[in-house]
C-alpha cells in the first residue's frame, strides 16, 4: 500500500465540501487525523494538557553537563509492523537509528535474574547452568514458540480462552509462565501480571508471532527516532502548529441540528461541522455523558485503562544486580505480588545516549528510586484487553461518522502507535467518503440514504 494515497485531496477525489472539524485529542491518532484532514478542512486540535503528542513525551535535561533527550512513553517501532507509522516518518523525513530490545526478568523473591539475548545473557548467573528450575523454563520457552499456535487451533478454532485458562489445559511449569510469559506480556502492555492471566491468549499468541517473538530468526530490526521522538511531532505538526490549542478540556458534546456542540472549559461553547474522538475511549465516554448512544455506549466501554506513573531517572540500583542481566527492558518482580507492572528502560542502550550515568525510565516505581536521581514524573494510561476486545473492535466502523462523530484511538488495534495511525486513517478516508456537511454526514448514510459499514482500512496491509 502506498502511504501516500492516503494524502490526496477529498476536492480531487470527488468531493467533500470543506468542513470545521474537531479533533478531540493530541496523541498519534489525533495528530495522524489533523495531518491528513488539515489540507482540505478547518481543523481545530483541542488538546486537554499543556502538552503536545500524547504518549510521545520527550524529556530534555542536563546531566553532568551534557544535555540529553530522553523518551519517556513512546520509544520503540519497527518498520514491519508499523507499515503506516514508517511511512509516515519517511514523508516527513524524520530521521532514525536502529536500537535492541534485549529483555531481562529479575526476581527478588527467588534471586533468579538472567536476559534472553544471548548465552551470555540467560546464563549471567553461571549457577543456572545446572539449575534445573532455570533449565526447565528456557525448555518450555521453547516448547512454547513451537507449539502454541498449533495448540489453539487443536483447542478450537473460535477458542477465546484467557491465558489462565490456556496455562490450566496444558502443562508449562511455573517458572515459565511466572517468570518469563507474564513479565514480557506485563511489560509489552504495561499492566499487572494478574490482568495479562486475563488477556485472551489468540490475542496474545498472535502478536508474539507477528513480531518475532516466536522465533530466534526473522526478528524485525527495531528503530529508535534520532534525537527523540518529540522529532517527528515536531514535523507532523509544523504547518498546522497555529491550529492547536493546548489547556482545552472538553466538557461535553451535543449533537444538534447544526453540528456537534462542543463545550471547552473556559471557553464559549462552539459548532462543528464533525468532531473525531482521538482521546482514550473512557475519556470520551465521560465527555458524551447521557449524550451518548447506544452503540458508543456499548463498544466504547470494552476497553478499560491501566493507570502508570513513570519516573525518569539515573539510579541504576533498579537494574539487575549482575551487569550481565542489563537488558533494554528490565522487568522487576517483587517478594509480595504486585498490583502493578514494574519494569525498567535502560535508555542509554535502547536510544544510544553517551554517558556515564546509567538513564532509565521506571515504570511503577515502589520506592526503590533514590529521589535525589530523579529527574522527571509522569503519568500515563494504557488499555488493558479483555476477551470481549475482539468484538467490539469489529464494530470500529459503527463509530466512523457515527452522528457527526467518530473514533480513532490505539485502542482499536494492539494499543500501539500503528494501531493510533491506522484507526484514524480510517476515519479520514470515511470522511472523504461524505458529499456534503449537513444531514448526510449526521446520519451517518450515502446520498441514496443507504447505510455505510465498510472502511478502507480493511485494504490496508497489517
Known amino acids: 500500500m502506498n502511504f501516500s494515497l492516503y494524502k490526496e485531496s477529498p476536492r480531487r477525489q470527488g468531493g467533500t465540501h470543506r468542513m470545521k472539524i474537531a ?18 478542512h478547518e481543523i481545530t486540535v483541542l488538546e486537554s494538557g499543556a502538552h503536545v503528542g500524547g504518549h510521545v513525551h520527550t524529556a530534555q ?20 509492523n508499523y507499515p503506516l507509522f514508517s511511512q509516515l516518518l519517511a514523508e516527513l523525513d524524520v530521521a532514525t537509528q536502529p536500537t535492541s530490545m534485549s529483555f531481562s526478568v529479575h526476581c527478588a523473591r527467588t534471586d533468579l535474574e538472567y536476559r534472553g539475548a544471548d548465552f551470555n545473557g540467560l546464563f549471567a548467573q553461571r549457577r543456572n547452568l545446572l539449575n534445573p528450575r532455570f533449565l526447565r523454563l528456557l525448555w518450555d520457552w521453547q516448547r512454547f514458540s513451537r507449539q502454541a499456535q498449533r495448540q489453539l487451533e487443536l483447542a478450537s478454532g473460535d477458542c477465546e480462552w484467557t491465558v489462565g485458562q490456556f496455562f490450566e489445559r496444558f502443562p508449562y511449569s511455573t517458572a515459565f509462565i511466572e517468570q518469563y510469559f507474564l513479565p514480557m506480556a506485563s511489560a509489552i502492555w504495561s499492566c499487572p501480571t494478574q490482568a495479562v492471566r486475563e488477556f485472551p491468549i489468540r490475542f496474545v499468541v498472535e502478536f508474539y508471532r507477528n513480531h518475532g517473538l516466536l522465533s530466534y530468526r526473522r526478528r524485525p530490526q527495531w528503530r529508535v527516532i534520532q534525537g527523540g521522538s518529540f522529532r517527528y511531532v515536531q514535523k507532523l505538526i509544523r504547518p498546522w502548529r497555529h491550529r492547536i490549542r493546548l489547556r482545552a478540556r472538553v466538557t461535553s458534546l451535543r449533537r444538534i441540528p447544526e453540528g456537534v456542540l462542543v463545550r471547552t472549559l473556559g471557553r464559549e461553547p462552539e459548532v462543528f461541522d464533525h468532531v473525531v474522538m482521538a482521546c482514550h475511549s473512557d475519556q470520551a465516554l465521560k465527555i458524551l455523558g447521557p449524550q451518548a448512544t447506544p452503540t458508543e455506549r456499548a463498544i466504547l466501554s470494552q476497553f478499560p485503562y491501566e493507570r502508570n506513573k513513570v519516573v525518569l531517572h539515573w539510579d541504576e540500583r533498579v537494574l539487575p544486580r549482575n551487569r550481565r542481566a542489563w537488558a533494554s527492558w ?17 535508555m542509554n542502550r535502547l536510544q544510544g545516549i553517551d554517558s556515564p550515568r546509567a538513564i532509565c525510565v521506571t515504570l511503577n516505581d515502589t520506592g526503590r528510586v533514590r529521589s535525589d536521581r530523579v529527574i522527571r514524573e509522569i503519568t500515563y494510561h494504557h488499555p488493558v ?69 465498510s472502511t478502507p482500512f480493511a485494504t490496508a496491509s497489517s
Open 23 to 40: 479533533i478531540v485529542g493530541s496523541g498519534i491518532a489525533g495528530l495522524t487525523a489533523a495531518y491528513w484532514l488539515y489540507p482540505d
Open 61 to 80: 535535561f542536563e546531566l553532568d553537563g551534557a544535555a540529553h533527550a530522553v523518551d519517556t512513553g513512546f520509544i520503540v517501532y519497527n518498520e514491519r
Open 330 to 346: 528490565n522487568y522487576y518482580l517483587p517478594h509480595d505480588a504486585s498490583d502493578k507492572a514494574q519494569v525498567t528502560y535502560y
Open 385 to 453: 484487553f479483555t476477551t470481549s476486545r475482539t468484538a467490539a473492535q469489529a464494530r470500529h466502523p459503527e463509530l466512523i461518522d457515527h452522528q457527526g462523530i467518530s473514533y480513532c484511538g490505539a485502542y482499536w488495534g494492539s494499543g500501539f502507535h500503528e494501531d493510533g495511525v491506522r484507526s484514524a486513517t480510517a476515519v479520514v478516508n470515511r470522511l472523504r467518503e461524505l458529499p456534503c456537511k449537513a444531514a448526510f454526514m449526521r446520519a451517518g448514510c450515502d446520498t441514496d440514504g443507504t447505510s455505510r459499514s
